[in-house]
């Protein structure tokens, strides 16, 4: 299950911003856009999220993802249409091959909520 | 007082393995090598096109493997009977090959050989239609293969794979006669994902387009040898791009 080793990577992304703080702020919620043309099961990076988050500075933090469509634009039909994902993928008017992907590909950290009104977690395990 | 605020990131999830992989890159530039990232569902038949390919080009190319498997060196071992340096890579419980894996199997490479004498490293990926497709490695192509014997419907049901890949190797084509399937609804699946893969249907059991496959990898060869002394002939020894972290 990939989705193990992309949460750790998105761990160790938003550890590198927290560390770079002045004063180590509680992150609230991290924010990511996940597109549904990629190999990614937002389902089971939340369980992923849920259980590396234990015992680091992110055990209170909430993981928010959003899925974003698959959206390709047939440039004969000068018009974006949405692949049938599994099915078909060519345009539905004229049969042109998916070529241009306008969305669906996205695997970003977005934003993260943070606020700086409380001390950081003791909780902080160091092998992160 | 309670006061949230936002920071905006933008960054991709896999940046660290992105940069791992351009990192591989460099040192395949400088030293003059193109490779291949191999990648298929379990039993397509990469080793046996491996062999294949090792038999019929090692005497003009100089080639060398990266062997991804999740625990076994069975394959390395099939490849080695080939005279060329295979460096075998256990995976572990890991589905795919990562950047930083096939930078260990640089590294051995590296210090076992004279990595600027090879012409070309070919990837073995490990058995797995899903989760290669999202990690580059390094590599200047990818190559996927579709057996025959697992359906028409594969490129529409794993999408993302046969749209990353450069090359597709439609393989057992000798097991054809004994198959319901269509090979041109297998192309047109394709074609709707990626209309520009260049499609290769082969079997490594009679030979049937393996010169065409030969063929392919000889001219990106070429091409990436001739793109590299235009682009630029690097000052910094590969040594000192071992020894950078990632």
Known sequence: MHETDMTRALILTVKDWWDA????????????????FTCVEPVSLQFSFEVQRQGTFLAETELVIEEIPLVAFCHPCQQSYEPEIGLHYACPQCQSPMEDIRSGRELKIDRLEYCTDSTPSQAYAPNI | MHQTFDAALGINLLHANQRGADHNRAHFDQWGITCFNLMSSPGAGKTALLEKTLAALSQDLKIAVIE????TELDAERLRQYGVPVMAINTGRACHLDAKMVAGGLHQLAQEYVPAEFDLVLVENVGNLVCPAEFEVGEHAKVALLSLTEGEDK???????????DCLL???????????????????NVRQINPDVTLIPVSTKTGEGLDCWFSWVRSQVASQTTLRLEARPLEAKPDALIASPH
């Open chain 2, 170 to 188: 439609i393989t057992k084509l000798d097991l054809a006669p004994y198959l319901d399937i269509d090979l041109a609804r297998i192309e047109a």
């Open chain 1, 21 to 36: 703080q002045t004063e180590p702020p509680r992150i609230e919620r991290i924010h990511l856009t996940v597109g549904k």
């Open chain 2, 68 to 71: 991804g498997d999740m625990t």
């Open chain 2, 155 to 165: 490129p529409l049901k794993y999408p993302i794979m046969f749209q990353e890949a």
